[in-house]
């Protein structure tokens, strides 16, 4: 079984930034769909953005659109979550998960790693 494990989350301050890994254990394969989801304290999980792994296309949530940025290094099977210009309500502990497609933002399997926090301070 492949493993997904999410670092580099952390403290800072509204208007900072942070770039948070998901590196798996196994080889992505070119036609996989990956993405990053997020689950603030009492709320649902919900989708952040994704990216296809031959062409890198990538889609985002609105509430993220225009401040995160989502890459990959195919040759090290690793996502990176750029989040820039960050608020408080981007608290959460992040997580990432293969996804059917960027059109059907949902975890392809009922799978979760241990994610990584984020907590911004005003």
């Known amino acids: 079984q492949v493993q997904l494990v999410e670092s580099g989350g952390g403290l800072v301050q509204a208007g900072g930034s942070l770039r948070l890994s998901c590196t798996a254990s196994g080889r992505i394969l070119t036609s996989s769909v990956m993405a990053w989801f997020r689950q603030a304290p009492g709320k649902e999980r919900e989708f952040v953005g994704g990216?296809?792994?031959?062409?890198?296309?990538?889609s985002y949530a609105d509430s993220v659109k225009g401040r995160f940025t989502i890459s990959r290094d195919a040759g090290q099977n690793t996502m990176y979550l750029h989040m820039n210009n960050l608020k408080p309500e981007d608290t959460a502990v992040y997580y990432c998960a293969p996804i059917v497609a960027l059109g059907s933002p949902k975890g392809l399997y009922d799978y979760w790693g241990q994610g990584t926090q984020v907590t911004v301070s005003s």
């Open positions: 990216i296809t792994w031959g062409r890198a296309s990538t």
